[in-house]
């Protein structure tokens, strides 16, 4: 009879951190030679993995609050019908903002705009590239585009949904979900890209603070975002898609596919 997963994870546990391990493993294994070659093997994986399961240590690649640098743009700001409200992050090309909309519906959402000087054709055409990538996607766990336009200043700009969400990694650990909760919300972040990959879309930087969870209708709805260094494998997206150039590094290092890095 196979050795049952349950009665695996549940030696496993009471040796994984324990310093007397061989003699609980004596005691709770009780001769059962395959029960404790399984724990065994586990343990030197868990062992042989040092720090990187340990969530007491973020890795180099983790959110930070946005810093305060010097913007063209300040809280109350009028970029089309959309009225500033605050910075919900930075990244490399551009700011989001938490902004409201008046008309012709009110809502808030989130407004992606260009950094001032970073308009290069380069970053232009990544900018306008994700904001295209964006446009043809519509899947539940993906974050959708609602309107896109240019600032007085000639800056691009989109609006997508607000997502009032965490990272998928702290939801899981806040809410002490099981491992079976935890796939759950894993398949929808693999539908979410599948949906992406079908329409020729690879994202590149799927990371936690790229993954939200939000509540809706007190359920857990998973949301990936940001497809800034997404690239687009066929070239009806942009004709200056995101093609990257040999030796450029693109995306969070600690999260990247064997062949990205």
Same mark, same amino acid.
């Given at each position: 009879m196979a050795t049952d997963p349950a009665r695996v994870e549940a030696v496993f546990m009471a040796v994984c951190d324990a310093d007397d391990r061989d003699a609980i493993l004596d005691q709770e294994c009780r001769g059962d030679i395959e029960l404790r070659n399984r724990v065994e093997r586990l343990l030197g994986a868990y062992h042989s993995a040092g720090d990187f399961l340990d969530p007491a240590t973020p890795p180099t690649g983790a959110f930070t609050p946005p810093h305060q640098a010097h913007r063209d743009e300040t809280a109350g700001q009028l970029i089309g019908p959309y009225r500033l409200k605050e910075v919900l992050g930075e990244g490399g090309m551009g700011v989001v903002w938490l902004a409201e909309q008046s008309q012709p519906v009110k809502r808030r959402v989130a407004l992606k705009l260009i950094k001032?000087?970073?308009?290069?054709?380069?970053?232009? !055409? &990544?900018?306008?590239?994700?904001?295209?990538?964006? #446009?043809?996607?519509?899947?539940?766990?993906? !974050? &959708?585009?609602?309107?896109?336009?240019?600032?007085? #200043?000639?800056?691009?700009?989109?609006?997508?949904?607000?997502?009032?969400?965490?990272?998928?990694?702290?939801?899981c650990d806040q809410s002490h979900l099981t491992i079976r909760d935890r796939l759950r919300l894993f398949v929808d972040v693999c539908h979410a890209i599948q949906h992406a990959h079908q329409k020729g879309i690879i994202h590149r930087d799927i990371k936690p603070s790229n993954v939200l969870v939000t509540m809706q209708d007190s359920e857990p709805i998973v949301k990936v975002i940001d497809f800034g260094v997404a690239k687009a494998l066929r070239d009806q997206l942009t004709h200056q898609t995101l093609w990257t150039n040999f030796g450029m590094m693109i995306g969070t290092l600690e999260y990247m596919s064997p062949e990205q890095a």
């Open positions: 001032s000087g970073m308009d290069s054709a380069q970053v232009l !055409a &990544r900018f306008d590239a994700e904001r295209q990538a964006l #446009s043809v996607m519509e899947h539940t766990n993906i !974050a &959708r585009i609602l309107d896109a336009g240019v600032t007085e #200043s000639g800056r691009p700009y989109f609006v997508m949904e607000l997502v009032k969400g965490v990272p998928i990694t702290r939801y």
